[in-house]
């Protein structure tokens, strides 16, 4: 069975530009996570899904980013217009939901630089 | 506000030792509490999930216990071996979120 999948692995880009992060979750897991992880650090939330509802997003910086999961399936990660401080690794991640405490699965994560 | 600490930040041990690493949170109002693993430049793979109603989990050479009234939990690692080197991450559901520490830099010397 194929793990949660993640693309670009890289993306290095020059401050003011879009970018744009794409996860395809665990086929079943209705609940999609994205995380930053910061260098040193343990990833923090920035939203989570429950199939195509947005039902946590408190910690996402909503001036410059954006996220949607069409269809409660895919989802994707916008940030628009980047700064340097959005250098870090974005993780997705999935669960069956339904429950709260379901165990999370992570995608390989993207490594984002802004020059 | 969780917060979550992993002790120590780094370990170095020799290859054969066995080790414990250790998390600490500040609510025990936890529905669930996960170790992983996290290799230089790679995702999180979960290694051990322990319910909040368990003590203990093992896989392998891997035991984790939980203690919720106290707010702690430990990683035990036995006869570790070279390929054990990675950071490891402690996390904890107090919902739908998980709370990570800051993680355990291990490495094992051949």
């Known amino acids: 069975e194929a793990g949660v999948v993640q693309s670009p692995r890289y993306k290095i880009i020059e401050k003011k530009q879009p970018v744009a992060f794409w996860c395809n979750p665990i086929?079943?897991?209705?609940?999609l996570y994205w995380y930053r992880q910061n260098l040193g650090q343990g990833p923090e939330l920035l939203i989570r899904?429950?199939?195509?509802?947005?039902?946590?997003d408190s910690q996402l910086p909503k001036d410059r980013f954006s996220a949607e999961r069409l269809k409660g399936v895919d989802s994707t990660l916008k940030i628009q217009p980047a700064e340097l401080g959005d250098s870090a690794v974005y993780l997705c991640?999935?669960?069956?939901?339904?429950?709260?405490?379901?165990?999370?699965?992570f995608g390989p994560g993207t490594r984002l630089t802004v020059l | 506000k969780q917060e979550v600490t992993q002790i120590p930040a780094a370990l170095s041990v020799p290859e054969g030792e066995n080790l414990v690493l250790n998390c600490s949170f500040t609510?025990?109002?936890?529905?669930?509490l996960q170790w992983f693993r996290q290799d230089p430049g790679k995702g999180l793979t979960s290694l051990l999930l322990?319910?909040?109603?368990?003590r203990e989990q093992t896989s392998g050479r891997l035991n984790a216990s939980l203690d919720k009234s106290s707010g702690r939990s430990t990683l035990y690692i036995a006869a570790s071996q070279p390929g054990d080197s990675a950071t490891y991450l402690c996390?904890?559901?107090?919902?739908?979120?998980?709370?990570f520490g800051k993680g355990t830099k291990l490495t094992v010397n051949p």
């Open positions: 991640a999935s669960s069956l939901g339904g429950r709260a405490g379901n165990e999370q699965f």
């Open positions: 086929s079943g897991h209705n609940t």
């Open positions: 899904y429950e199939n195509e509802e947005a039902v946590d």
């Open positions: 609510d025990s109002a936890i529905y669930n």
């Open positions: 322990i319910q909040s109603s368990q």
């Open positions: 996390a904890v559901s107090g919902s739908e979120k998980l709370v």
